[in-house]
Each structure stands twice: as structure tokens, then as C-alpha cells.
């Protein structure tokens, strides 16, 4: 199965500076690569995602690039803001052998802070 | 439209009670699956079903039972409850089981295990 790695764990910036999460997966199957945003007390929301088929997207501040080859791929958060701060999940598609069930893997989460 | 939906939100249990999380969605989803969230190990897979009548297990199965008579309900069953189940569970939903379609979150449920 995938096995998804997520770096930093924590992740302190102020307000206006940019924010990186790292993520590398294991299966070079994987084809799809969503990121979620999880607030205090609710559920996660996917924020952007991105498929192999391109290496980078943007939306407004955020952007994620993917790098096939080293199985890779990186949130980018610009001028960020104090409602930004949550916990941000990475996530890559998990096909099995058979390529016929669908299931995400998740990354273990990064606690984003931007202090005022 | 609602989204997801779980009941309750939070519950507080004795070791090897009983007990269903429940789970509900109105956006007519094909895929269905159950999360638990401990800290510092993000979400794993728990169950998932990929239709009406089909249910496959995840990561971590052990434990629970799942079933999905319909296509809006997906509960999941705490049979002999055990502290090593106390966590938030999130229930969560996508159009089909490609793995293109977002998936959408419910707003979880605290489970404590005593």
C-alpha cells in the first residue's frame, strides 16, 4: 500500500511570510494528490488538490507542485494570514494491486500557526 | 444540502460497551468511509464502501463493523468497546471511488473510552 511522509509536523511563520509543507509518497501508481485544511473542532476540507498529469496549480495564495520522479509534492501558502492557521493534511491516492478500489492515505498533519 | 452528517458529536463509553457512530449523507455519494483520528498519526482508513451492499476494510478494521444498506447511511459499530478506540472519528463522502472526486468530511465525533 502508499505510504504518505508529511513534514514539518509544526510550522510557526508570521503574518505575511510564505509556509511550505512537504510531503513524499512510496507508490509510483499514485495519480492523484489532494491537500486538506482541518480547523479546530471540524472536519477536513480539501483546499486544493492536484493530478500527475501537471506539475504545478495554483489558487489565490495557494499552490501545490508535484515532482513525479522523486515522488514528491509541496504545499505553498503566500502572504499567510492568521485564519490560515490549522492543521494541513497531504494525501495520495492508494491503489491496489488490482487498481480497482479506491482509498486515500493520509500524511500524519502539520500544525500551521501565523502569529499576528 | 446538509453534507455529512454524524451523530453524536461527542460520547463517552465504558470498556466493552456498545455502541453505533452514525453517518449520513444527502449529496447522493457512491463512496462512503469511516476515519480515526489520534494525534500524530493523521487520519486512517477504518471502512469504506464504494456502493450500496459493499464494504471493504481499511487500515485499521479491528474492532468495528460497518454495513450500508442505503446509499445516504454508512454507521459505524463499536461492538465491545476498549480504550484503545477512544478518538475522533470522521465519516466521509465522494461522488464514486475514482480517485478524482473530492471527498467531503463530516464534522466528527469524540469517542472516550473508559
Known amino acids: 500500500g502508499e505510504n504518505v511522509e508529511q513534514h514539518p509536523s509544526t510550522l510557526s511563520v508570521q503574518e505575511g511570510d510564505s509556509a511550505v509543507i512537504k510531503c513524499t509518497y512510496s507508490?509510483?501508481?499514485?495519480?492523484?494528490f489532494p491537500w486538506y485544511k482541518q480547523e479546530l473542532g471540524k472536519g477536513p476540507q480539501l483546499i486544493i488538490d492536484?493530478?500527475?498529469?501537471?506539475g504545478e496549480k495554483k489558487d489565490q495564495r495557494i499552490a501545490v507542485t508535484l515532482n513525479k520522479t522523486a515522488k514528491h509534492f509541496s504545499l505553498h501558502i503566500t502572504e499567510t494570514q492568521p485564519e490560515d492557521s490549522a492543521v494541513y493534511f497531504c494525501?495520495?491516492?492508494?491503489?491496489?494491486?488490482?487498481?480497482?478500489?479506491?482509498?486515500?492515505?493520509f500524511g500524519k498533519g502539520t500544525l500551521l500557526t501565523v502569529n499576528p | 444540502n446538509a453534507g455529512v452528517t454524524q451523530t453524536p458529536k461527542f460520547q463517552v463509553l465504558k470498556t466493552g460497551q456498545s455502541m453505533t457512530l452514525q453517518c449520513a449523507q444527502d449529496?447522493?455519494?457512491?463512496?462512503m468511509s469511516w476515519y480515526r483520528q489520534d494525534p500524530g498519526m493523521g487520519l486512517r482508513l477504518i471502512h469504506y464502501?464504494?456502493?450500496?451492499?459493499?464494504?471493504d476494510q481499511g487500515e485499521v478494521p479491528n474492532g468495528y463493523n460497518v454495513s450500508r444498506s442505503t446509499t445516504e447511511d454508512f454507521p459505524l459499530r463499536l461492538l465491545s468497546a476498549a480504550p484503545s478506540q477512544t478518538s475522533v472519528y470522521f465519516c466521509?463522502?465522494?461522488?464514486?471511488?475514482?480517485?478524482?472526486?473530492?471527498?467531503?468530511f463530516g464534522p466528527g465525533t469524540r469517542l472516550t473510552v473508559l
Open positions: 494525501a495520495a491516492e492508494d491503489i491496489n494491486s488490482g487498481g480497482s478500489n479506491y482509498k486515500l492515505t
Open positions: 466521509a463522502s465522494s461522488y464514486s471511488f475514482s480517485g478524482t472526486d473530492t471527498q467531503y
Open positions: 449529496m447522493n455519494h457512491e463512496y
Open positions: 464502501s464504494v456502493g450500496a451492499g459493499i464494504t
Open positions: 492536484i493530478r500527475s498529469n501537471v
Open positions: 507508490d509510483s501508481a499514485s495519480n492523484y
